[in-house]
């Protein structure tokens, strides 16, 4: 069985340093860089896209809504053409810096409010795939398990990654519980156990204790959860004695 992990990488800016970028990238087959919106800037978009060549790591974009200071973690009113053109404008930002290092972008994974947004807004989801197409109609995108943007992803033949969250806690219809409104998982070990069960069983427990059916073609872990790199770890580790390969969807599905 083969599965990819991902990571959103390159979210410092200027002065301040976010996340476990270096660190992290030895760990997983797939980064998500921020595209200057809600965080990263024109020197870290072009250091991340570097060291994820270095350590053989497939790229995707992380456009967010134009929202620093929030993070682009607060819902903001934008029409579908606005969303559109957020797409457009940030991924092909990315696009330029991993052509300077000869890398195709493998993937799209949209960032916080507008990627949450984008689940349940079929308007949304669908302004999101199409600036995305109009990069690549190649590239993956990721969406939630019963998402708008699998369903829409789908119809327009557009490649669509089902996530799941190793950091995170899922509800009954596959998607997550964030982590300011829902608990949080501690126990290293038994998060790394529970992703051995989400991609070899395709169940999730719910913090009510049901079991929720998901699909795992990729698992995030966020770089700048405590203790990420310990979970990269001992994710690896349960993988490797449950016979689970971790492999970047561009190597997978031969896309990007």
């Not at 300077?100 to 984008?118: D, E, F, N, S, V």
């Amino acid at each position: 069985m083969k599965v990819d992990i991902n990571c959103d990488m390159g979210e410092s800016f200027g002065l301040y340093q976010l996340g476990n970028d270096e660190e992290m990238m030895q760990l997983i087959s797939s980064a998500n860089i921020a595209c200057g919106f809600h965080a990263g800037d024109p020197h870290v978009m072009r250091r991340t896209v570097a060291l994820a060549r270095e350590y053989g790591v497939a790229i995707g974009a992380h456009p967010g809504f134009p929202d620093m200071l929030g993070f682009g973690r607060r819902y903001m009113t934008c029409t579908p053409d606005e969303i559109k053109d957020y797409i457009l404008y940030q991924t092909g930002a990315l696009r330029e810096f991993a052509s300077l290092y000869q890398i195709k972008l493998q993937h799209c994974k949209p960032h916080g409010a507008l990627y949450m947004m984008a689940m349940s807004d079929e308007k949304i989801a669908r302004a999101i795939l199409e600036g995305l197409a109009a990069v690549s109609e190649k590239m993956v995108v990721f969406a939630l398990n019963g998402s708008a943007v699998e369903a829409i992803g789908e119809q327009m033949g557009i490649p669509v990654a089902r996530e799941v969250y190793a950091d995170r806690e899922h509800t009954a219809d596959g998607s997550i519980v964030l982590t300011r409104t829902g608990p949080t998982i501690t126990n290293v070990q038994a998060m790394a156990e529970r992703a051995v069960r989400m991609v070899k069983e395709g169940l999730v427990r719910t913090p009510e204790g049901d079991d929720a059916a998901v699909q795992a073609d990729t698992i995030c872990i966020h770089g700048d959860t405590a203790g990420a790199v310990e979970l990269a770890k001992a994710i690896h580790a349960a993988f490797q004695t449950a016979g689970i390969t971790v492999q970047s969807l561009a190597k997978t599905w031969n896309v990007g």
